[in-house]
């Protein structure tokens, strides 16, 4: 389990996800991978209360590097407090969760 740093409400996130070998860390090639991140209030809420869900952009597949990016109208839309995430790839037939967490949303003073 690995936590994120708190995010503000309204706010852009970037994220770099870079996948590499236990043994050698050479990068692994997620060219075809689908990656996903979702964020729920809870881990044991249906999907039907997903808050975010997004496919990770894989476009730098041969190097082993993903980019996720929460606009600042995504995190807009998220009532300030703890919720839940996971990543997860789909590769061919096989579903995989990489990691899970928390990650807090705080309010923002500024919301203009």
């Known amino acids: 389990m690995a936590d994120l740093k ?6 852009t996130y970037a994220y770099e996800l870079r996948f590499k070998e236990k043994v050698n860390q050479t990068p ?21 209360e997903l808050q975010v869900v997004k496919i990770v952009d894989g476009t730098e597949g041969p190097s082993g590097v993903a980019a996720l990016l929460l606009t ?13 995430f996971d990543f997860q790839v789909k590769n061919g037939p096989v ?18």
Request: charged share 25%.
């Open 72 to 84: 600042a109208e995504e995190t807009a839309q998220l009532i300030p407090t703890r919720y839940s």
């Open 28 to 48: 692994i090639d997620i060219t075809g991978w689908e990656l996903a991140f979702t964020m729920k209030l809870s881990a044991e809420s249906a999907d039907a």
């Open 95 to 112: 579903t995989r969760t990489l990691t899970k967490g928390i990650i807090k949303v705080e309010s923002d003073v500024n919301h203009g």
């Open 6 to 11: 708190p995010i503000y409400r309204g706010d």
